[in-house]
């Protein structure tokens, strides 16, 4: 799919516990985030493709979803622009396919999958540091993300196995 929006270097999207994440940096150098849940997104998405034709406002989406937040709304929004589903014209949005909520959808997975490899290569990396108890903390993060149920039960099993091995060196929670 060709991008349709600039990417807004000041802005990253992760996908943590079933929410999506949006970590925005300020010019200060502190950041912000806001979530929105997958319920949420799945409603944005199918309120957007409902109306392709005419096309959809923020205004309108948040009138039409009185049960998701506004931010999480936003949050939605932004990363189907980042990811070239979504087009602005004339101040409205509309879908870039016809094919609307499967391209959303696809973009969602495709991120959880990137970040549940990210958490599994910062695991990783904190094993061959020998930091077992933030490696098991890890790991548990990566399982408890994963919807994939044979690869979130390794990862639950291989923060057990950190979990073993911190208490095998007698490894304190102060430690680094």
Same mark, same amino acid.
């Given at each position: 799919m060709t991008r349709t929006q600039p990417v807004d270097e000041r802005?990253?999207?992760?996908?943590?516990?079933?929410?999506?994440?949006?970590?925005?940096?300020?010019?200060?150098?502190?950041t912000y985030s806001h979530r929105c849940s997958i319920a949420s997104y799945k409603a944005v998405a199918h309120f957007i493709e409902e109306h392709a034709g005419q096309g959809v406002t923020s205004g309108v989406l948040w009138e039409a979803a009185p049960d998701v937040p506004c931010t999480q709304v936003s949050v939605a929004v932004a990363f189907m622009k980042e990811r070239g589903c979504l087009v602005v014209r004339h101040?409205?949005?509309?879908?870039t396919s016809r094919f609307?909520?499967?391209?959303?959808?696809?973009?969602?997975?495709?991120?959880?999958?990137?970040t549940g490899d990210r958490l599994a290569r910062e695991? /990783? @990396? =904190?094993?061959?540091?020998?930091?077992?108890?933030? !490696?098991a903390a890890i790991w548990? /993060? @990566? =399982?408890?993300?994963?919807?994939?149920?044979?690869? !979130?039960?390794?990862?639950?099993?291989? @923060? =057990?196995?950190?979990?073993?091995m911190a208490v095998l060196v007698n490894e304190t929670d102060e430690q680094p």
């Open positions: 802005q990253s999207f992760t996908v943590e516990l079933g929410h999506l994440v949006r970590t925005v940096a300020k010019p200060d150098g502190g101040r409205r949005m509309f879908p609307f909520y499967e391209d959303a959808m696809t973009e969602y997975h495709a991120l959880e999958h990137v695991a /990783e @990396a =904190a094993q061959r540091a020998c930091n077992w108890r933030r !490696a548990r /993060e @990566a =399982a408890e993300a994963n919807d994939d149920t044979k690869q !979130a039960e390794w990862f639950a099993k291989q @923060a =057990a196995w950190c979990d073993d």
